[in-house]
């Protein structure tokens, strides 16, 4: 709501009166719930902050669930338990990422709340959260190390992590995102994944969460989505392919479905996103839903949100792999 013509906007949305639209914005202002500065056509609202908290603690010793305690569960602790409970369990993971994986000497962690949604932000100096996984598993750009991130199972500390933490964490939020040094990810549900390259460089790693102070989420309906229903076991991702896609490269060789293929033996689905895929090459084709599949008999690879021309590709290698010549 920071904006101007916030009354015209409100009434042509709604089909009200303009007198109507500016009763309103005046009755929360009055309520509190916006805020408002200039006069007549100068005037902006802005949504007024109701509750807000920030600290720095020392990384050394801190446990997550201190954190949670003190500084986040009372600005939370009267909203809906389907909303708590997601919150306890997001900013703990995010938290303790911080701690283990980090090496900062100190871990920021602030929280604000206003009339529709909750932020949290926690944030730390250390190495970097793509660098570090590039490190980790030698890939050739920090890029890459966001869609081994987005597919989740993934830790750079398997004797103390399942690598489940940010996975889940970014499907329960209305808003994840990741910023460190000049890439940032992020994630909302309905909107496709972005990467985005920043000219200010963000030392370390920040995380911002947000949701909604009347979300309907439940925390197990977003893991059920995931798991297997026999063994409860996390054992599926769903890989959006845009991500592969730097700087508008196009899918085509077989080097690129290697590479988005990485670490798909560790699940049982792997729906494969191709929102903002206009079209990929044969060579890619053929590696993922060809050689990949007959390799991999016990992966059922699903591609969903296909362009026409990306299907009509897919059909044409699976038709081959049915009918050899």
Avoid: C
């Amino acid at each position: 709501m920071d904006d101007h013509g916030v009354g015209t906007r409100l009434a042509s949305e709604f089909g009200l009166s303009r007198q109507v639209a500016n009763g309103y914005l005046q009755a929360l202002v009055r309520e509190g719930f916006i805020e408002a500065e200039g006069t007549t056509r100068a005037r902006v609202y802005r949504i007024k902050t109701l509750a807000e908290a920030e600290r720095r603690y020392a990384r050394e010793g801190l446990q997550e669930d201190l954190v949670w305690r003190e500084l986040i569960a009372p600005l939370v602790a009267e909203l809906a338990a389907n909303v708590r409970d997601i919150w306890h369990y997001a900013s703990t993971e995010m938290i303790n990422n911080a701690i283990d994986h980090s090496g900062a000497a100190e871990v920021q962690v602030g929280v604000r709340k206003n009339a529709l949604y909750t932020e949290v932000l926690v944030a730390d100096e250390g190495e970097g959260i793509f660098l570090k996984i590039q490190r980790a598993l030698g890939l050739h750009d920090p890029r890459e190390a966001i869609l081994e991130l987005a597919k989740g199972k993934l830790t750079t500390a398997p004797q103390q992590h399942s690598g489940e933490g940010i996975f889940f964490t970014s499907r329960v939020m209305d808003m994840f995102e990741i910023e460190s040094h000049h890439l940032r990810f992020s994630h909302a549900p309905r909107v496709a994944d972005l990467i985005a390259e920043q000219r200010v460089d963000t030392p370390g790693t920040r995380v911002r969460l947000r949701l909604d102070n009347d979300s309907p989420r439940l925390m197990n309906a977003v893991f059920d989505e995931f798991t297997d229903s026999e063994e409860y076991t996390f054992d599926k991702t769903v890989v959006p392919l845009r991500l592969a896609q730097h700087e508008g490269e196009k899918l085509v060789s077989r080097s690129q479905a290697k590479r988005v293929a990485n670490r798909f033996e560790r699940f049982k689905r792997v729906e494969l996103d191709f929102t903002g895929v206009e079209e990929i090459g044969q060579a890619f084709a053929d590696e993922m839903f060809r050689v990949f599949a007959a390799a991999h008999p016990g992966i059922r690879i699903t591609p969903i949100n296909t362009s026409p021309a990306v299907a009509q590709m897919i059909r044409r290698v699976v038709s081959a792999a049915g009918n050899p010549k």
